[in-house]
């Protein structure tokens, strides 16, 4: 049995627990290999059931309040719910300002994720400190490493957290690299800060973002709030370009075993990313793929089914009549997660899934050659975007497109003209339909006697992280560790490496 509990360096409460079996081959002589694998979300918040009986204007507040990563996401998918009623859409300046809102919380994940969460599954923070004495200009990481080598009593007694403790296992070769990498860890904390602080701008505060309302944004652009996002924007856009994105293909190029590994099913949604306005395009459409065969996106599609959660509600229920009925006890349940499917079929979600969507959709996408370009630099074809390093490079990708389009939002922001329509609410049933940093998030509302009657929300998470349906389907992290090699099941640092590659967000995925 392998076990991963608790799975750290996430958003949340996850374990993995899995079934593996001896391999006798190259791969060492305590190798193992997955053959079954269990994701366990372990904690119970009931925001849909928190909800009811609210005015709807409370939803956008209470919702931010499910994740501080990804607040704006669900704020907007609760507004567009709410529009989608009242029969309303925001201004011109108002559509900007959301997106320029939600692109600064997308950047602020992604650099979150690469840096924070995912980059100490490659880089060997202990052949650092090991060599914490060289001339090297790391700036306030390198001066932290050498006051905690003098005073610890010998390298393994430095105090050394968040890069210490950590599995064994082979990391990347090169002492340079491990330098170069961990010392844009403090350099990315700066800007993630400089990202919330972009959002704030026109969001008024973050994480949890106080100017959103149906028919578009409180906040008035004015000049000198155009000026400070955009340079904050040029900061970000600068670092992405210099760092991000060449420290994601370096990792890329050094662990090129990981786009063989972690793929999974090959079945992508997307919702479709910020909202479209007639002369930009969105950064990706809404669509499905499975294989390489692409279709349009159903909302109708789309059901939960629970025979492995924690839940006594009804299974293969759309979300518009889904419920929240908590059962702890309920024989052969093993996670607080619902299992959502598209036509009965497991869906990954996220930045990949963005890219492949649109990649291979029969409408012209202007990403694709920026793909191509990155893709080339690192040796490999699209084809193995399908594995742990094509969703690691995508966000990277994607953040330097998130920031190119981000300018180009800004400009058409007109200082001064009305950031939101006024409107008038109602009795009625809408949904709102956001791709998060994380991928597509959808709420399902409906308001009766001018207050919520209903509440559901399907999340990045939930889609990735699911449980076995009532098929017996396992989720898509589930069958991403399926054949996993671990080269010693007590020191599980590959399959982390899978299940980080999709950034969970448990937080989220058990709301």
């Not at 202007?366 to 080339?376: F, I, M």
């Not at 300018?407 to 939101?420: G, K, S």
Request: charged share 20%; hydrophobic share 45%.
């Amino acid at each position: 049995m392998l076990e991963l509990s608790p799975l750290t360096r996430i958003e949340g409460h996850l374990a993995i627990h899995a079934e593996v079996e001896a391999v006798g081959d190259a791969s060492g002589p305590g190798a193992h290999r997955i053959v079954r694998a269990r994701c366990e979300g372990e904690m119970f918040r009931g925001f849909e059931v928190l909800l009811a009986g609210r005015h709807p204007l409370d939803a956008p507040q209470i919702v931010q309040r499910i994740c501080g990563v990804c607040p704006v996401a669900h704020g907007l998918a609760s507004i567009r719910a709410q529009e989608s009623i009242y029969g309303i859409t925001p201004t011109a300046n108002g559509r900007l300002l959301r997106n320029l809102i939600l692109a600064a919380d997308t950047l602020h994940s992604h650099l979150f994720h690469f840096y924070q969460l995912a980059l100490l599954d490659y880089v060997d923070a202990s052949a650092v400190l090991r060599y914490a004495g060289r001339d090297r200009a790391l700036g306030a990481l390198k001066q932290w490493l050498e006051t905690a080598t003098a005073q610890a009593a010998s390298p393994a007694a430095v105090p050394a957290a968040p890069f210490l403790p950590r599995f064994e296992g082979r990391y990347a070769d090169g002492l340079e690299l491990h330098w170069t990498l961990l010392a844009r860890y403090g350099e990315a904390l700066a800007m993630r800060r400089t990202a919330h602080a972009m959002g704030a701008v026109f969001a008024a505060r973050l994480p949890h973002g106080a100017s959103l309302v149906p028919g578009g944004c409180t906040q008035t652009p004015t000049a000198e709030l155009v000026a400070q996002y955009r340079t904050r924007l040029a900061r970000l856009a600068e670092f992405i370009e210099r760092a991000y994105l060449p420290d994601a293909i370096a990792v890329a190029r050094a662990f090129p075993q990981y786009w063989e590994i972690g793929g999974g099913y090959g079945n992508f949604l997307c919702f479709g990313d910020l909202e479209p306005d007639g002369a930009i395009a969105r950064l990706a459409a809404p669509g499905v793929l499975c294989g390489k065969t692409w279709a349009p996106l159903d909302e109708q599609a789309i059901a939960e089914d629970v025979a492995s959660s924690w839940f006594s509600s009804p299974s293969r229920l759309h979300p518009a009549r889904g419920q929240t009925k908590a059962e702890p006890r309920k024989p052969g349940a093993y996670s607080w997660l619902k299992a959502p499917r598209y036509r009965g079929l497991p869906m990954e979600v996220g930045p990949l899934a963005r890219i492949l969507v649109n990649y291979h959709s029969p409408h012209p996408w202007s990403g694709r050659q920026e793909v191509d370009r990155v893709l080339a630099s690192v040796g490999v074809g699209p084809e193995k975007l399908v594995s742990v390093m094509g969703r690691t490079l995508c966000r990277a990708i994607e953040a330097a497109m998130v920031a190119r389009q981000a300018a180009a939002w800004l400009a058409q922001v007109e200082p001064d003209a009305p950031p939101a329509r006024p409107f008038t609410p109602r009795d009625g049933v809408g949904h709102g339909l956001v791709e998060a940093p994380r991928g597509a998030l959808g709420h399902w509302l409906a308001i009766k006697d001018g207050k919520i009657a209903h509440y559901q929300c399907v999340m990045p998470t939930t889609w990735n992280c699911s449980p076995r349906d009532d098929a017996g389907q396992p989720g898509p992290v589930e069958k991403a560790l399926e054949g996993l090699v671990v080269a010693d099941p007590k020191q599980p640092l590959e399959a982390g490496r899978v299940v980080r590659s999709f950034d969970p967000c448990l937080a989220c995925a058990v709301h």
